[in-house]
């Protein structure tokens, strides 16, 4: 039991899946779960994790929130800024409204020891730290945020979601960040961008299941470079893809695709993704490396 009752905020992701369905077990009705259609998830996101949810008995209410997300995003490129006007979005402008219209006291997400460690030792600051940066949640959003997951890494959050009763396809699901897709643009993270990487990211999730990587994403690179189309030289966008094989994500190393598989991601990314002239795949190991880009 809570006092007050608690909101969550469901991504689709193992992490949040799996507090998602702890939380309701525990709280029951005391619990209201909603979706942030953020503008920035994969595509058809939103409606396939809330329907997954529903079939286990979860009452998920999509927020769209999209305009508020681009309009913080708008003319932001520095990597740490873009995270923050999500982070302040997110806490501060649409859960500060959602915790006062469900009158609810708290926030259940699912904060895991990986983004403490990381946040604390610099390497990147993840959206979901406050108290061990010494920031109350409390004073700076109007509410307490509750963590059952924060002495977990991905390996035992996966065990947990499995012995929730987590369909497979949920509880093994590839790691996805807070800041959805704006971590995977390199710069400033428009609709038009988003939708880029977007369709990109479809590719690379539609190829790659099936060599046993932790994780596998495609990133947006700023720069727009000269490629050549129909005998003539073509300015446009680069993609690179990143593979990589892990067990907790606080080191990693490039999964050793097949050369005819990296081959087929280049050929179908440049064909099906509109401006895409370059494909590139990463082969530096975390350190020094990190599995985001952004």
Request: aromatic residues 6%.
């Amino acid at each position: 039991m809570v006092d007050g009752g608690a909101i969550n905020a469901l991504s689709g992701g193992v992490d949040s899946s799996t507090v998602t369905m702890l939380g309701h077990r525990a709280l029951g009705e005391q619990l209201k779960t909603v979706f942030i259609e953020n503008g920035l998830m994969r595509a058809g996101e939103a409606e396939q994790v809330a329907g997954l949810f529903r079939g286990l008995g979860v009452a998920v209410e999509i927020v769209d929130a999209r305009s508020e997300f681009f309009a913080a995003l708008k003319g932001v490129v520095d990597p740490e800024a873009k995270r923050e006007a999500i982070t302040q979005t997110f806490y501060r402008d649409i859960f500060g409204r959602l915790v006062r219209e469900s009158g609810a006291k708290h926030l259940l997400q699912g904060t895991i020891l990986t983004d403490i460690d990381e946040t604390v030792a610099g390497i990147k600051r993840q959206h979901n730290v406050f108290e061990q940066l010494g920031i109350d949640p409390q004073a700076a959003f109007g509410y307490h945020i509750l963590e059952p997951l924060i002495q977990l890494r991905k390996d035992g959050v996966r065990k947990l979601g499995q012995a929730l009763g987590l369909p497979t396809e949920l509880f093994r699901r590839i790691p996805f960040p807070g800041p959805a897709l704006a971590a995977r643009v390199i710069g400033e993270a428009t609709p038009e961008r988003i939708e880029t990487v977007r369709q990109a990211t479809q590719v690379v999730e539609r190829l790659l299941p099936d060599y046993g990587a932790f994780q596998y994403l495609a990133i947006l690179h700023e720069d727009r470079v000269t490629g050549m189309r129909d005998g003539q030289r073509d300015f446009g966008e680069q993609i690179e893809v990143r593979c990589w094989d892990s067990l907790d994500a606080r080191t990693a190393t490039p999964t050793r695709l097949p050369f005819e598989v990296l081959e087929q991601l280049a050929q179908e990314i440049v064909r099906t993704v509109p401006g895409v002239v370059s494909v590139t795949y990463n082969i530096t190991p975390k350190p020094p490396s990190t599995i985001e880009a952004v």
